[in-house]
């Protein structure tokens, strides 16, 4: 029992699961925005019941050109803040599951989100599953722009909603 908790002994890194990854839906007049994160760093320390993603913000894209454009340097202005980063400070739910590496669960995780250059504190609900010695953590959370400083991007003939929803689907195995 002693070297099974030796295994979390440093974070477990957390990438995009197969077919999975870090998405988001912003809905719009004329029809959902979906988009992608492409880099970003995440890990999860079951032990500490702490983790942290950070998503470098020039890889968000809509494949769309002249929208990435509009995102990237008007409503994020990544050139200014090239990070978006959430810190959870603390993991709340079935830690007993998820510490032993088995079977599956709901977690809370609790912390600071960063975006341009306003910090919210923000409760992320997800849920994961053991399988095969890997974890899948999956979950959502939703954003209102304005909480962020974020200038509305909607042009004249596409209106988008003031609230977006992240997805995320990440896997890890225990180094």
Do not use: K
């Amino acid at each position: 029992m002693l070297l099974a908790g030796l295994v979390f002994a440093a974070p477990m890194a957390l990438t995009a699961a197969p077919g999975g990854g870090l998405r988001f839906e912003l809905p719009s007049s004329a029809g959902p925005v979906v988009g992608l994160a492409d880099v970003f760093s995440c890990t999860l320390d079951p032990e500490a019941a702490t983790g942290q993603l950070e998503v470098q913000a020039s890889s968000l894209a809509t494949g769309h050109g002249p929208r990435d454009q509009r995102l990237l340097v008007y409503a994020l202005d990544v050139a200014s803040f090239p990070a978006i980063s959430f810190l959870a400070r603390r993991i709340e739910g079935s830690l007993h599951a998820l510490r032993a590496r088995e079977g599956s669960g709901a977690l809370r995780l609790a912390g600071p989100l960063r975006i341009r250059d306003v910090t919210v504190d923000a409760l992320v609900a997800g849920t994961f599953q053991w399988e095969s010695g890997t974890l899948r953590l999956r979950g959502e959370h939703p954003l209102v722009l304005a909480d962020f400083g974020i200038p509305d991007p909607s042009v004249v003939l596409a209106r988008v909603e003031p609230a977006l929803r992240v997805y995320f689907d990440l896997a890890g195995s225990p180094g």
